[in-house]
């Protein structure tokens, strides 16, 4: 009897349906399609773009382009060294240096990330400006006038810059400080008998160790310096994110917005990739796995005083300063902002804290578990191209979900518009894109301390990978799980052009009154709802001084 055989060599790939199916499965089939659906917002803005006119473009290259381009470099060059510089030093000083009052300092330093860059442009605003505080001072104090003397404006791109850095060197402290942790004291020790100074065994042997940390740190800093809207909007800065809602918005033109997103997506995977591009085939690691307390020399008076300055001056700038100026802008009175108004915009930025952190929280949840049981890497994949997201300009977000909508529309009939179209599923679904990544990171950290062998025997009583999640995994993950729907829930707080873009009519939350009043100069009014911002964010800070804390292998309270 005669046989069909199969023309494939044995060695050779199958990519039949059957297999595909059950390499996948359901569960990594659900996660695909989950992280395909974050991601399609982005690849909308690329095929969107693909249909601008080349006259258009060529408009925009002799016009807008190069300002967008020299601001967006100018903002990216000062946050990187001054957020190194800043962050490093800060970390190095706490970590390797024993000295009275290093603890208050170690999570003095991350106060700042509670602290929205727009908030900050409002009240350096309020203090630099002419009847401003210092100013004020300074015309007391010696009797100057008006052109008596001369007195920088923030309102510039390099006032952007220091501003953003200001409340961007945490990640980079956070992150590098980790990173000193977790070295091991022998080859510190190693790096002294060779004859290495202090200095020299920072530069030499700790700051390559960290260098991965360190170059990440960087670049959260950078994407979110590319992602800023509010501060650079205010301080009157045309950087692309500013270009693409006044493109979209202001003169209603949605091919060259999509063409501006789709070039900043461009720069933001050229960021992603430089890293990688960069570091090459090097690799920084350690050769030893014994740990000891860090080698931390106590420091003297003089050496203290030193530290000290060098540690709250960041502080002092990204927020004790600020916080100061926003109380007295309160105090100051003559707000206009209502109980009923101000309850309401409390109500709705909690309802989408709280929703959207339940909504990024989940769908990550899933993803990860769908991605742990996928054999076929179609999911890994996906996962990645989702995480993207969090480099990406909420401006960008937004234009992409609109962008999507549209194409929809055109393709399918079906009324997308009236679903994700200025409404809060819209929103939401933005926040998913955005902060996916926020969710995820914990949730992959707390799912790699689960050892499988929990998994494989829940599975041997005969469970489904659901039930396995729902009874194993879930309770084993609470802390991961509280800790990403935490960050979630304050990055939302924060969130501006995204929120700004898809809410519904007359739906307007904390931080978009702040903007609204400072962008009408009415910065007392914008004190209050803006420093309840910051209040919202402390919780988070102070939950993540403690985990770094706790960091190092061999830890002991």
Not at 274 to 281: N, V
Not at 286 to 301: E, F, I, V
Request: glycine share 10%; with cysteine; hydrophobic share 55%.
């Amino acid at each position: 009897m005669a046989m069909a055989t199969d023309a494939k060599s044995p060695g050779s790939p199958s990519f039949s349906p059957r297999q595909i199916w059950a390499r996948i499965g359901p569960t990594g089939l659900f996660a695909l399609i989950l992280a395909l659906l974050i991601a399609l917002p982005i690849l909308a803005v690329f095929i969107q773009s693909a249909g601008v006119s080349t006259d258009l473009w060529g408009h925009m290259a002799r016009t807008v382009l190069p300002g967008y381009i020299l601001n967006t470099v100018i903002l990216l060059g000062i946050v990187g060294v001054v957020t190194l510089v800043t962050g490093v030093a800060c970390a190095w000083t706490v970590t390797m240096h024993d000295f009275r009052g290093r603890g208050v300092l170690q999570w003095l330093l991350l106060l700042p990330l509670a602290m929205p860059a727009y908030v900050l442009a409002y009240t350096y605003t309020d203090f630099l400006q002419f009847a401003g505080p210092l100013q004020t001072f300074l015309r007391a104090t010696f009797g100057w006038r008006r052109g008596d003397y001369w007195f920088p404006d923030i309102h510039t791109a390099w006032g952007a810059g220091l501003v953003l850095s200001s409340v961007l060197y945490p990640y980079v402290y956070v992150l590098t400080r980790a990173a000193f942790l977790e070295q091991s004291v022998c080859v510190l020790e190693a790096s002294r008998t060779l004859g290495c100074t202090a200095f020299g065994a920072f530069r030499r042997v700790a700051l390559p160790l960290a260098r991965p940390a360190l170059v990440a740190g960087v670049g959260y800093a950078l994407m979110e310096t590319l992602a800023d809207f509010g501060a650079v909007r205010y301080f009157g800065i045309d950087t692309f994110t500013v270009g693409i809602y006044r493109t979209w918005f202001a003169l209603g033109d949605p091919a060259a917005a999509a063409q501006l997103a789709a070039v900043l997506l461009l720069v933001v995977l050229a960021l992603v990739g430089l890293e990688r591009l960069s570091r090459g085939k090097m690799r920084f690691h350690q050769t030893t796995g014994r740990y000891r307390a860090l080698p931390a020399p106590r420091l003297s008076a003089r050496g203290t005083m030193v530290a000290w300055i060098v540690c709250l001056t960041p502080v002092l700038f990204g927020f004790l300063l600020p916080g100061a100026v926003l109380i007295r802008m309160i105090l100051r009175g003559g707000t206009e902002l209502t109980l009923a108004h101000f309850t309401d915009l409390t109500v709705n930025t909690f309802i989408l804290g709280a929703s959207g952190a339940v909504l990024v929280v989940t769908v990550a949840l899933m993803v990860i578990h769908g991605v742990r049981h996928d054999r076929s890497g179609f999911a890994t994949g996906a996962a990645r191209l989702a995480s993207l997201g969090y480099a990406t300009p909420g401006t960008v977000i937004a234009v992409g979900i609109l962008i999507t909508v549209g194409l929809t529309r055109d393709w399918t009939g079906w009324p997308m518009g009236a679903i994700l179209g200025t409404t809060i599923a819209g929103i939401l679904y933005g926040y998913l894109i955005r902060f996916f990544v926020v969710a995820y990171g914990p949730l992959e950290s707390g799912f790699a301390k689960i050892g499988p062998n929990l998994e494989g025997a829940a599975r041997s009583l005969g469970h489904t990978p659901l039930q396995v999640l729902r009874r194993v995994h879930l309770p084993l993950l609470r802390p991961s799980l509280l800790s990403a729907a935490m960050l979630v829930f304050v990055d939302i707080t924060k969130e501006l052009p995204a929120t700004m873009i898809l809410r519904p009519f007359n739906f307007d939350t904390l931080a978009i009154e702040a903007f609204r009043m400072a962008s009408t100069e009415r910065l007392d009014d914008a004190a209050l709802p803006a420093l309840v911002i910051v209040l919202v964010g402390l919780a988070p800070v102070i939950y993540l001084s403690r985990t770094i804390a706790a960091s190092r292998p061999g830890h002991r309270d």
